[in-house]
């Protein structure tokens, strides 16, 4: 956070010049004045919580005295309030309390959104207990993996019948001392070896439990356990400390979220964007927020008037599945004033903003394990945020954020001769990175190898640590910062580097092309990977010559030789992560064999300008060419 000298000294050199001269030499200067003032009002926020020891629980039971009766929840059609959910979380807390389980300790929760989950999840925190957030769309492996990582001493799951199910098809792989609760059932409709918590909960009082009894809770203990997305490998449960939920518990004082508010939040509870931006700033701001049990882009405008929502939340597409619903004449009919998310693209940022009449867009860019992030207050098409020179100067050695120049082959950073990494400058692409504090006690839960594949040492000054993001962005000649890619998702074509976000947006141009995922694919004989493009058209175009030559003349024109896609995949659905993202995996592993794919495959045609039908009879002869 800047000291307060350095806000006077900037003050007073703004002042002596005159705001116009600056804006004449500087025309970014009032976008970085606005980014300071918003973020320095959210860190004072955090910094108050975390010297008081005020932790989310603490500030959850405030409001439970102050406003009782006040909707904490909407779903369904039913108003939870402060008080009814606080009452729910006591019968958890004592009911958890019977088990012995030590403060500091973990118990795992498999729950959909619902407000079951909400009330174990205080409950927890009322006895000093961690939650280790299972995502309930997992089965096998990576479900053993997930739960087994957290090293629970309980599991309860929610009383959806797919959970349990899951659960038995792996029990054995599971500690045999691990108890299991299920909630929405008795007892005599379990079978053996699993155990009732709506049974128990009965017999448990709502008396609020003393918070003399998590006095040994302090700002570095874990408050839960989210785990990443997985899209590559198995899920790794990241460390969310009672510090980690204060900050991003405050992040929405940077619009002036209060008590007034309701955010309505469609995606699932164990995952960053919900409970982080939805459920935790709700507690902080003693607000409201409206919850469905499932994404539903049909229905997503009609609870968001329902339920006078006033702040939306968006993450990876979803923006662009609400676009693709045909326009209503009631899309801009509601109380929203801002949304707020990550991964919003360029190519339909306006088109969202517009159609549904959003006054203001906060785009960000973190990590769910990450100690920084960016975040675009001055709605700046596209962009995640800022870093100016005269931001730097201001945050001095206080920054926690940096954009650093790396090498796009090794996706390492670069080093000067002092062999310090180097910050990037306008124009520039670089990888971002977040300062970790001396304090600092892991990203993940688990061997400590997995914490230093994402470190980056010695960058600064000897002995420092910072945390890799694995982003690649971009600044322009306003210091505004733009995502470029995952290092991960660029594939090497032609002895050249190639963006899969950068085809995909260059893709997305085209008036026919409703989503495309852009990834790189092996090619017998040739070095490196191929770009492959699946493509998903609107509704009211089908595949034929002059749409393909289209597609093609666009490529040329937008895309250098290198990065154009070889192959084409025409699906109707993607397979999305359960953080709306495009997954890969699958389309990779079957990449352009007609074998095995069952959509209609194209490859390049130069010599006609166009793409040409990929089948059975010519798949042989086009891998035995040289592409």
Not at 45 to 74: C, W
Not at 144 to 170: N, W
Not at 511 to 540: H, S, T, W
Request: proline content about 5%.
């Amino acid at each position: 956070m800047p000291k307060r000298r350095d806000w006077y000294v900037a003050g007073a050199g703004i002042a002596g010049v005159g705001l116009a001269a600056w804006r004449t030499y500087f025309p970014w200067i009032g976008d970085d004045i606005k980014t300071l003032r918003l973020i320095t009002k959210a860190y004072k926020r955090v910094f108050e919580k975390v010297s008081n020891e005020r932790y989310l629980i603490d500030t959850f039971e405030e409001h439970v005295r102050q406003t009782p009766g006040k909707a904490f929840m909407l779903f369904e059609d039913r108003v939870y309030t402060y008080s009814y959910m606080d009452q729910m979380a006591n019968k958890v807390a004592n009911l958890v309390m019977s088990w012995k389980i030590p403060i500091g300790e973990t118990v795992a929760i498999m729950i959909e959104n619902e407000p079951a989950f909400v009330w174990t999840f205080l409950g927890l925190q009322k006895v000093g207990l961690a939650a280790a957030m299972i995502n309930y769309h997992l089965t096998g492996q990576p479900l053993t993996h997930s739960i087994k990582a957290g090293s629970p001493k309980a599991l309860i799951i929610g009383q959806t019948s797919p959970f349990l199910d899951a659960i038995m098809d792996i029990r054995s792989n599971l500690p045999s001392d691990l108890p299991i609760y299920v909630q929405g059932r008795s007892q005599n409709d379990l079978p053996e070896g699993y155990l009732s918590m709506d049974d128990e909960l009965i017999h448990s009082l709502p008396v609020p439990v003393a918070r003399a009894y998590r006095k040994d809770v302090t700002p570095l203990s874990p408050l839960c356990y989210i785990y990443t997305s997985g899209t590559t490998g198995l899920p790794k449960p990241a460390i969310i400390n009672q510090t980690k939920a204060m900050a991003v518990g405050s992040m929405f004082k940077l619009f002036d979220y209060d008590s007034n508010d309701t955010v309505y939040v469609v995606t699932p509870l164990y995952h960053s964007s919900a409970t982080h931006l939805g459920f935790f700033n709700t507690i902080d701001a003693g607000a409201t927020f409206a919850l469905r049990r499932k994404f539903s882009a049909r229905h997503y405008w009609e609870d968001v008037r329902k339920y006078n929502v006033t702040v939306l939340l968006y993450i990876g597409e979803l923006c662009r599945y609400l676009l693709a619903v045909p326009q209503h004449p009631e899309d801009g009919d509601h109380k929203v004033r801002c949304a707020i998310g990550n991964g919003l693209r360029k190519d339909i940022w306006t088109e969202y903003k517009t159609r549904f009449k959003i006054p203001e867009i906060y785009e960000f860019i973190g990590a769910t394990e990450g100690t920084g992030s960016f975040i675009n207050v001055c709605n700046r098409v596209g962009s995640i945020g800022r870093l100016s020179p005269f931001m730097r100067w201001v945050f001095g050695k206080n920054i926690d954020t940096v954009i650093v120049k790396y090498d796009q082959d090794t996706n390492e950073p670069l080093r000067d001769a002092n062999g310090h990494c180097m910050h990037i400058g306008p124009g520039e692409q670089g990888l971002m990175i977040s300062v970790v504090p001396p304090s600092h006690t892991g990203f993940y839960r688990g061997p400590k190898e997995m914490d230093d594949k994402k470190t980056i040492r010695d960058a600064f000054v000897k002995g420092d640590a910072w945390f890799n993001f694995g982003d690649a962005v971009y600044m322009d000649k306003d210091y505004n910062i733009y995502f470029r890619d995952r290092t991960g998702d660029t594939f090497r074509w032609k002895s050249e580097n190639v963006s899969t976000a950068e085809v995909a947006n260059a893709i997305s141009g085209l008036d026919f092309i409703r989503d495309v995922n852009v990834y790189g694919v092996e090619v017998p004989g040739a070095d490196g990977k191929a770009g492959m493009a699946a493509v998903m058209l609107k509704n009211e175009y089908t595949v034929n010559e002059k749409l393909l030559k289209k597609l093609y003349k666009h490529c040329e024109r937008e895309l250098p030789f290198y990065a154009r896609p070889l192959f084409l995949r025409f699906m109707t659905e993607f397979i999305i992560t359960q953080t709306m993202k495009n997954r890969k995996v699958e389309l990779v592993k079957e990449a352009y064999d007609p074998f095995e794919v069952k959509d209609a495959l194209y490859v390049i045609d130069p010599q006609n300008k166009s793409y040409k039908p990929l089948t059975k009879a010519n798949y042989q002869q086009v891998i035995n060419s040289k592409l």
